[in-house]
């Protein structure tokens, strides 16, 4: 299995004001340059979730940014996720994605036969190359459509 | 609330909206292209009872209702584990419990749920949060 990650993509604050509407969070420091200036932040916040799903949003090759190649995502399901932050991420960064440690185990379901799970971690750099964020996802195929 | 006013316990619970108009605004912003979160047939198809809420989304609905009960705090981290799909158009509920706090530090730990109509666990998780 291999991921694919862009070379570094910006953190917007157009994008960041669309993605934190879209989860109804109207906390300030997602919206509104002046109070998070205000707060002492260089500039408006990116809601934590912001930087896994934006390892969704295409590249210039219209690819996601991730991929899990060698997984049928037609019966992939996402078992969790653990977002450990060293700092908060704002507009104007850059952010690197490094895959890491990818770990994979197979368990037997009661509904959709046996299930494949794959834990993967991915760090992320900012700009000047310093950790920011620590994401661990587990995916859970399964052999084919759930019974329920 | 100040954290000097807070005790284990406390807890606030918010009704997010996971209407299949806001779950597609959803997917629009994080780009995700996935049927099965959008389209109740194209979910029946793959096996599962409707259209489903995206893991990431129930995630920001739960980031969301951290900052309705602690606004404009700091998320040092937060752990979800997606145990049964969140339905979408059904009436779920988020839920926030403080389990620890340091006035010191100025952190709080935090349980996270969310629920369905029958209060059965979809969403499980922890967070730590900085005041």
Known sequence: MAHIHPPGFPIERGKIHEFANSILDDNPLYHDEAAARAAGLPSV???PTFSAASSFFPDPSGRGATSFAGLDMRFVLHGGQELLFER????GDVLRAEPGETKSYEKDGKRGGKMK???TDVLYRDQRG??????RNTLIQTAGVVQS | MPIEEMSLGDELRTHPDVSLANVRRFTS???LSFGRFVDHEQARKEGLPGAIVPGIMSQGILVAAIHAFAPGCEIDNIDTVFRAPVLVDSHPTARVVVTDLDPAARTLALDLTITDEANETRV????????
């Open chain 1, 45 to 47: 916040v990116a809601p």
């Open chain 1, 88 to 91: 908060p991420i704002f507009a």
């Open chain 1, 117 to 119: 799970f794959i834990e």
């Open chain 1, 130 to 135: 310093g950790v920011v964020l620590r994401v």
């Open chain 2, 29 to 31: 912003a994080a780009k």
């Open chain 2, 124 to 131: 499980a998780g922890t967070a730590t949060v900085r005041l």
